[in-house]
């Protein structure tokens, strides 16, 4: 299929209109269909059509249709037609212009509703496929086939094939196999695969049109020739592509050949066109020669698609090496960062552990500095609570007491004193790390516990003397 510029390039040229603009407005009033586009405006302006200026018959030129003047270029050749042929192309027009407007308006008009009903057909016939009720569901058939448009140009070319099969090719297999699409399709084929595009316009009540059929067209060595170096199309000027070509191109005589080739610069070239009837010989001797004459162009143009192709192919390797090598330098940099961010993440919690582990020591320190003077001042406390130690005397008792460790403290105390004053007297000595311990003597073994700390020395049984021990709890 060809692209809007490509639309756009070959509806100037045909119709002859050179504003681009008014042309664009044309093609989307016709929602881009160039064949609808191109019937509406010549069965509009058939009497003012860019290609309807008469010129003599006896002349085989190369023509190139230019779509930004829509001005026709010629080169001189040798014509194939004979000197002495009259002109009626003018005449031949007039005679035929009112039936092929007809014509072709009954076949766009057929064509359209016929295109409906095939359209409403093939969906009633896909719903009743999709729910089991189809013609082709009793018969293994497959009851969800899609349904395929077919353009009105291609549906003309379609027809063409078959008629002329029917006419022509029964019981032969020598004939040139035109292409069942559009015009503007069969140009696309011919230029990606740098053939030249081999037209034949076929007018059915032409008298010399069967015998040039069978005994040119179908001619085993014309045919073969034409189906290896070209890409056939025909059309009917009865319908309404085969008319629009017949005007683009000139046609003044039938049956009419020509050879086209679409220029890189979306011009139409037209390379050589044949009117009236001929021998197979003939048309093969202008066939060579156009193919001869247009040989390097071709090559240029394969060439330059082959160089086109690889460079592309080229490009796109290098576009997947550098996306390669992008990706490779993106994943490191990824994994870099990765790394970078875990050991960032390591130093973090090693310092936010360092400076836990420094607020505890700091904390404890703390906790054991004021544990410690806690400490001290209540030896400090104790030590005042007790008083100076008391002389000798019949009512003052002489206490030792023994630490675990083996040190020995000894005192004086009231006989009156409790024994509380004892444990108090321990604690202010400051021998002891624990606060949970008891006084006890031996023989007999008496605990002088919590539960006797208000008992006097003398009421304990302690007085005169006392030897005690520190037990730890």
């Known amino acids: 299929m060809v692209d809007v510029a490509d639309k756009l390039a070959c509806f100037r040229a045909i119709t002859g209109l050179e504003d681009s603009d008014l042309c664009t407005e044309i093609l989307q009033a016709h929602n881009w269909d160039l064949e609808l586009a191109i019937s509406s405006f010549t069965s509009n302006h058939s009497d003012n ?9 006896t002349d085989t030129t190369t ?12 080169s001189d050749s040798t014509s194939i037609v004979p000197a002495g042929a009259p002109p009626p192309g003018l005449a031949w027009k007039i005679i035929t212009l009112p039936i092929s407007v007809i014509s072709g308006s009954l076949g766009l008009i057929s064509g359209a509703v016929g295109f409906g009903l095939w359209a409403a057909g093939g969906v009633l016939s896909y719903s009743l496929g999709f729910i089991g009720l189809g013609s082709n569901s009793g018969r293994g058939g497959d009851s969800s086939a899609q349904l395929v448009t077919v353009s009105a140009a291609s549906r003309e070319a379609i027809e063409f094939v078959a008629q002329f099969e029917r006419d022509y090719g029964s019981g032969s297999s020598t004939r040139p196999n035109f292409v069942s699409e559009g015009f503007m399709d069969a140009l696309t084929r011919s230029r990606n695969t740098f053939k030249l595009l081999f037209v034949y ?23 073969a020739f034409v189906n290896e170096n070209f890409v056939a199309w025909g059309g009917s000027i009865r319908g309404s592509e085969g008319f629009k070509m017949s005007n683009s191109l000139k046609a003044s005589r039938f049956p009419f050949c020509a050879v086209v080739m679409s220029s890189t610069n979306q011009r139409i070239v037209l390379l050589q066109h044949v009117e009236g009837p001929k021998s197979p010989e003939e048309m093969l001797v202008v066939l060579q020669r156009v193919l001869e004459q247009s040989a390097p ?7 330059e698609a ?12 290098q576009d997947a090496a550098y996306r390669a090598a992008l990706e490779a330098d993106q994943a490191r940099e990824r994994q870099q960062r990765e790394e970078q ?22 904390r404890a320190a703390s906790e054991a500095a004021e544990k410690e003077a806690a400490l001290a001042r209540m030896r400090q406390e104790k030590a005042l609570s007790l008083g100076a ?4 005397g019949p009512d003052v008792t002489q206490v030792l007491v023994r630490f675990p460790t083996g040190e020995r403290k000894e005192r004086r105390f009231h006989s009156a004193a ?10 202010s000595l400051g021998s002891l790390n624990v606060e949970n311990y008891s006084l006890v003597s031996n023989f007999p073994r008496v605990v002088h516990g919590t539960d006797k700390v208000s008992l006097s020395l003398k009421e304990a049984g302690l007085h005169p003397q006392a030897s005690l021990f520190v037990e730890l709890n």
Not at 63 to 74: E, K, M
Not at 418 to 427: C, G
């Open 201 to 223: 316009l076929h007018s059915p009540d032409h008298l010399d049109t069967p015998a040039f059929c069978e005994g040119t067209l179908c001619s085993e060595v014309l045919s």
């Open 63 to 74: 023509t190139a249709v230019d779509p930004s003047n829509a001005t026709i270029h010629r």
């Open 297 to 303: 162009v071709l090559v240029t143009a394969r060439l």
């Open 418 to 427: 409790t024994i509380q004053s004892l444990y108090d007297y321990v604690d």
């Open 49 to 57: 059509h860019p290609f309807s200026s008469s010129y003599t018959a």
């Open 341 to 362: 961010e875990r050991l960032e993440r390591e130093a973090a919690e090693a310092e936010r552990k360092r400076k836990e582990e420094e607020e505890a020591r700091d």
């Open 306 to 317: 082959e160089e086109r192709t690889t460079n592309m192919r080229l490009r796109e390797e």
């Open 389 to 392: 130690e008391p002389e000798k």
